[in-house]
């Protein structure tokens, strides 16, 4: 595990999200209220990118491909078609700078 610089904190407004690329590319989401969260960044149910195209609403991250929702805290599945949970991801916070440890 190492931990990666993803972007600044200033560089992401509050309620969006972005891939971060790598071997297994990452969704980092920020919060309404400010918090960071990254997620994998594939759906689980098919292949679609979160940190391209998904919705946060609160806690819970929706795929707009078939409507499946994650606990965007803990990857978990909460409602068909998704069963399987997302792989979840530390973030660290220091000096202004994201840092996402995978
Ligand atoms: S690809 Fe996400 S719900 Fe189907």
């Known amino acids: 595990m190492e931990r990666h610089l993803a972007c600044t904190v200033d560089e992401m407004g509050k309620g969006t999200s ?6 297994v590319p990452v ?4 919060s309404d209220e400010g918090e960071f969260y990254a997620t ?11 940190g391209e195209d ?3 609403e609160g ?3 929706l795929c707009p491909l ?11 599945p909460l ?15 220091e000096d202004g700078k994201v840092y996402v440890i995978r």
């Open 18 to 23: 972005r891939t971060l690329d790598g071997d």
């Open 27 to 30: 969704a980092l989401f920020r």
């Open 40 to 50: 994998a960044d594939s759906c689980t149910h098919e292949q679609w990118s979160l």
């Open 54 to 56: 998904s919705d946060l």
């Open 59 to 61: 806690d819970e991250i």
């Open 66 to 76: 078939h409507m499946a929702r994650f606990d965007v805290r803990t990857g978990r």
């Open 79 to 93: 409602c068909f078609p998704a069963t399987i949970a997302l792989q979840t991801y530390a973030v660290e916070i």
